[in-house]
């Protein structure tokens, strides 16, 4: 009987295991989702009177105008350009060509608000719609370019070569055969570059060209209800974006496996030097104008009448102290959720999962608003205070952590696992030295990453941060917003200097990749 009950009583444990880490999952989405919950509960307390009041006034309708204006425009010339410049660099046999694939990947490294700071400087009289599109522009088409480029390299060629050998040039074959087969990573590049434009304050706000996130953020100091009233229609605007996105997912059909070999490249001629000048124009634009003009102001003159509130030697602690904890809690509980698919998938884990992508569509003004309505309403000892900051981080930036640690799981046997438990060792033991080892590249890469975004995070930080803490991100903007440039230049440029070195490793990863033999993943 004893023998009987025994395999019993353990496939029971099992089954709890199992259902505790859908219930940690579960626990996880819905602090995740928290922040649309404390909006709703913001909105229901000023009152369908006072929202109607702000929402259908003259200004929010121009800021609505604005906001989806830049979106389409920037959506418009990100996808042209990071579409173009992936298949220049997928297609085309160009000269030095690893050097190519960083530069293109650089601008998406560097702040906007910085870049938009560069450019005021250069031209404070350019146009705000026009400012503000180019800056955008410039900074979201490698979000385009990444996905179509790796997409380009999984396509099947064999379909490319048959379309030229029938006559058609490159043009009608990219029109005809290329672009359906990147169809999907064109939609997905797209929607990150939406999302990016519609969360964007400090490059507008140095731009003068005013949206919903500059006027959320004005209208914080002032009236409250106001901002969070104004935060409905830019999380709807976030979500439509994402659900556009999951449509096209969902109808599109699966891509196409490439054969064991790489695409023929198309031979250097003098014809493309074109390609290669207008590559090289976009590296100036999106890398040399910025790094170019942080250097001149660093030679100018850095006096002024404010006083730096902090050290560029305490900025740049307090930046990677509030990072690296962030990026720590966002994988923290990125681990969690990921490990819910490790051994068996089902539609509630899948919807468990997929929700806590929703941050990824709500901007980080909003995500602010909620945690100080939160902390004023219910936890009043947390408000303005490290704990909140750091929260805030890990819920802005866990969709990054997520797809990171899933990359390792989907890649680590849970067969493994199973031989330790067999084997007489405890299930924690198994995980400490089989599955955690088996995830720690996926683990780094998202702290890497979580940690990378947050030093250039500026409109959470500006609401958050602990009153007397500056970060290089708020050091800089108040130094800007004095227009005292020479001061601002170095925070700025250390900024620049933490971004970058991050955005040239994936650049030279990303290449690293393009040029592994084919034979070997055969």
Same mark, same amino acid.
């Given at each position: 009987?004893?023998s009987a ?8 444990r099992?089954?709890l295991?199992?259902?505790?880490i859908?219930?940690?999952g ?16 913001d ?9 109607s ?8 309708l121009?800021l609505l ?6 979106a389409?425009?920037?959506?418009l010339?990100a ?14 046999a ?20 910085v ?5 005021h ?9 026009l ?5 955008m ?14 997409a380009?390299?999984?396509a099947?060629?064999?379909m490319?070569?048959t ?8 043009i ?23 999302l990016?434009?519609i ?18 953020f ?6 409250p ?9 830019l999380?709807?605007?976030g979500?439509?974006?994402l ?15 490439a ?6 490249l ?14 090289l124009a976009?590296?100036?634009l999106?890398?040399?104008?910025p ?10 003159s850095?006096?002024?009448t $404010? @006083?730096?509130? /902090?050290?560029?030697?305490? *900025?740049?602690?307090?930046? #990677?102290?509030?990072? !690296?904890?962030?990026? %720590? ?30 941050t ?17 309403r219910?936890?009043?000892g ?21 797809v ?15 031989v330790?438990v067999?084997?007489g060792r405890?299930?924690a ?6 599955? $955690? @080892?088996l995830? /720690?590249?996926?683990?780094? *890469?998202?702290?890497?990453l #979580?940690?990378?975004? !947050?030093?250039?995070e %500026?409109t ?13 991100a708020?050091?800089f ?7 005292a440039n020479?001061a ?11 971004a970058v ?5 994936l ?9 592994q ?6």
């Amino acid at each position: 009987m004893a023998s009987a009950v025994l395999p019993h009583a353990r496939a029971h444990r099992r089954w709890l295991r199992r259902q505790a880490i859908v219930l940690v999952g579960a626990a996880i989405a819905v602090v995740l989702l928290a922040p649309l919950l404390l909006l709703a509960l913001d909105a229901n307390s000023a009152g369908w009177p006072e929202l109607s009041q702000v929402l259908f006034r003259q200004r929010s309708l121009m800021l609505l105008t604005n906001t989806v204006v830049l979106a389409v425009l920037v959506l418009l010339f990100a996808t042209v350009i990071g579409v173009g410049a992936a298949w220049a660099t997928e297609r085309c046999a160009l000269p030095a060509r690893r050097a190519w694939t960083v530069l293109l990947v650089l601008p998406v490294a560097m702040p906007d608000f910085v870049v938009g700071w560069a450019w005021h400087s250069i031209a404070p009289l350019m146009n705000p719609l026009l400012g503000a599109t180019l800056v955008m522009t410039l900074g979201t088409y490698p979000l385009v370019y990444l996905p179509v480029a790796a997409a380009l390299r999984r396509a099947d060629p064999a379909m490319e070569d048959t379309s030229r050998s029938l006559g058609k040039g490159a043009i009608a074959t990219f029109a005809r055969v290329s672009l359906p087969l990147i169809s999907r990573a064109v939609v997905g590049g797209g929607v990150l570059v939406v999302l990016t434009v519609i969360s964007e304050y400090g490059a507008f706000e140095v731009l003068r060209y005013q949206t919903f996130t500059t006027e959320i953020f004005n209208e914080f100091g002032f009236e409250p209800s106001a901002a969070g009233a104004l935060s409905v229609p830019l999380v709807l605007f976030g979500l439509l974006a994402l659900a556009v996105e999951g449509v096209t997912v969902s109808r599109g059909g699966r891509p196409r496996s490439a054969p064991p070999r790489r695409p023929a490249l198309a031979r250097w001629r003098p014809g493309t030097g074109p390609i290669v000048a207008g590559l090289l124009a976009l590296a100036g634009l999106g890398v040399g104008v910025p790094v170019g003009t942080l250097c001149y102001w660093i030679a100018q003159s850095r006096e002024t009448t $404010l @006083p730096a509130a /902090a050290t560029l030697g305490q *900025a740049t602690w307090a930046t #990677v102290t509030y990072s !690296a904890w962030g990026a %720590l809690l966002a994988v923290a509980a990125a681990l969690p959720v990921a490990l819910m698919t490790l051994r068996r998938r089902s539609r509630v884990r899948a919807i468990i999962e997929r929700s806590t992508f929703v941050t990824q569509a709500v901007p980080g003004v909003v995500i602010a608003l909620s945690l100080v309505f939160f902390t004023t309403r219910y936890a009043f000892g947390l408000y303005q205070t490290s704990i909140s900051l750091v929260i805030a981080y890990a819920i802005m930036h866990f969709p990054l952590a997520l797809v990171c640690v899933n990359a390792s799981v989907a890649q680590a046997p849970a067969q493994l696992a199973d031989v330790g438990v067999s084997l007489g060792r405890h299930p924690a033991l198994v995980f400490l030295r089989v599955t $955690l @080892p088996l995830l /720690a590249p996926g683990l780094l *890469a998202g702290f890497c990453l #979580v940690f990378l975004t !947050a030093i250039t995070e %500026l409109t959470a930080t500006l609401i958050l941060a602990p009153i007397g803490v500056q970060t290089l991100a708020t050091q800089f903007w108040a130094f800007q917003s004095e227009v005292a440039n020479g001061a601002a230049a170095p925070y700025a440029l250390v900024i620049v200097a933490i971004a970058v070195l991050p955005g040239a490793l994936l650049g030279l990863w990303f290449d690293r990749e393009a040029r592994q033999p084919i034979a070997s993943s055969a």
